[in-house]
């Protein structure tokens, strides 16, 4: 099987890339889980699709295998779906040996993990992850957690999985709003790691929307791999990972704003357009780079600016991120195509300007 390997220094990690679930079995069995139990978790969309063909895949190697289902949505999202979690464990009596799985989107995998970190203060988690999004991004550096009322992702652990596993073939079934949403993370790979990336995105547009696999493995491998190195080098976020939120301080704000009306992917869209504009008045870009990177978005139906809102609003907005340190926003700048600058020497009078770039009216 095709893999590339995630090295934190504290632990290292195998991510599997392949069109089916029939690796699986090896995975779990280079892990040394034969003989072990499973809980699959899952959510309603995805279980009723994938859970059987994934515990068939398992069978032979786990001497018992469970699904346990919440409601699909971010709004399941909390620690009271996760004590549904632990409920489920204890009633079907996991323990200490036992392994998580989480085989869904992000909110999936981010629960799925959350819970593996706590129960009997830690047990094996894997990630299996069928949406675009989680695939390239979500899946990969160990971020686990869950909302706790407004605020977003702020209950939480750094956890790594066992292994990553990417059937690229779920992709399939996906909800073609979220396949747009995935797009705009792996667009924002291009803009801060790679022009060439960057480039073949342009180049391979028709096939990609038209989920050629070939180009979706690339894509999505391409992906992991920047993660990988991203990851490697910063564990624990406190430096060279603060690029992956290129186009997510501005985009956090708006989904703050527009919650249940826009998703993750949209917003961060939305923020990449936005904070180009400071980019481009500081002659880091040009004018094309900004047209042609709304014009890529656009192209995959992702929205590039949003009504409703008022630029004030927004910018209060940005000082509830947990991301705000000592009360200074911080900024992720395109300096150039696949290349940042990170700062917090961002004016009142750019955010407002690139605030004011992407609303409508
Ligand atoms: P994300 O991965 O974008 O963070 P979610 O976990 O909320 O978000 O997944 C987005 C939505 O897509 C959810 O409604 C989920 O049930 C659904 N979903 C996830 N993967 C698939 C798939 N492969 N096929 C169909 N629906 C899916
Ligand atoms: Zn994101």
Redesign the pocket.
């Known amino acids: 099987m095709e893999n590339i390997k995630v090295d934190t220094g504290s632990t290292a990690y195998p991510i599997y890339f392949t069109e089916s679930f029939e690796g699986l079995a090896e995975a779990a069995e280079k892990c040394g889980y034969k003989g072990r139990k499973l809980c699959i978790v899952s959510?309603?969309?995805?279980a009723p699709?994938?859970a059987k063909k994934v515990s068939e895949a398992l069978k032979g190697v786990f001497s018992e295998i469970k699904v346990c289902i919440f409601k699909?949505?971010?709004k399941s999202k909390t620690l009271d779906t996760i004590k549904g979690f632990y409920d489920f464990l204890l009633e079907n009596k996991f323990d200490r040996k036992s392994v998580i799985a989480g085989l869904?989107?992000?909110?999936?995998?981010d629960m799925a993990g959350f819970a593996a970190a706590t129960f009997m203060r830690g047990v094996d988690f894997v990630q299996i992850?069928?949406?675009l999004?989680?695939q390239v991004d979500?899946s990969v550096g160990g971020k686990v957690g869950v909302d706790y009322g407004s605020y977003k992702n702020v209950v939480g652990a750094f956890y790594q999985p066992k292994f990553v596993y990417i059937n690229t073939s779920?992709?399939?079934?996906?909800?073609k709003r979220?396949f747009s949403?995935?797009m705009a993370e792996v667009i924002k790979y291009g803009i801060i790691q790679s022009e060439d990336f960057y480039d073949y995105l342009k180049i391979n547009k028709e096939k990609i929307k038209a989920h050629d696999k070939e180009c979706l493995t690339h894509i999505i491998r391409s992906c992991c791999e920047m993660k990988a190195v991203v990851v490697g080098e910063d564990e624990h976020d406190t430096g060279l990972r603060e690029i992956l939120n290129y186009g997510h301080t501005i985009g956090h704000a708006v989904e703050g704003l527009k919650e249940f009306e826009l998703?993750?992917?949209e917003c961060v869209s939305i923020g990449m357009a936005a904070v180009m504009d400071i980019s481009e008045k500081r002659g880091m870009v040009s004018a094309d780079d900004v047209a042609e990177l709304k014009g890529l978005l656009r192209y995959f139906d992702l929205p590039v600016s949003v009504g409703g809102l008022k630029a004030e609003d927004v910018y209060e907005q940005l000082f509830h991120d947990k991301k705000v340190s000592s009360g200074k926003l911080k900024f992720v700048l395109a300096d150039g195509i696949g290349k940042t600058l990170r700062t917090s020497e961002v004016s009142k009078e750019e955010v407002m300007g690139a605030v004011n770039a992407v609303l409508e009216g």
């Open positions: 959510d309603s969309n995805v699709i994938y699909a949505g971010e869904g989107g992000g909110v999936t995998g992850p069928t949406t999004l989680a979500s779920t992709i399939d079934t996906l909800p979220e949403a995935g998703i993750h992917g």
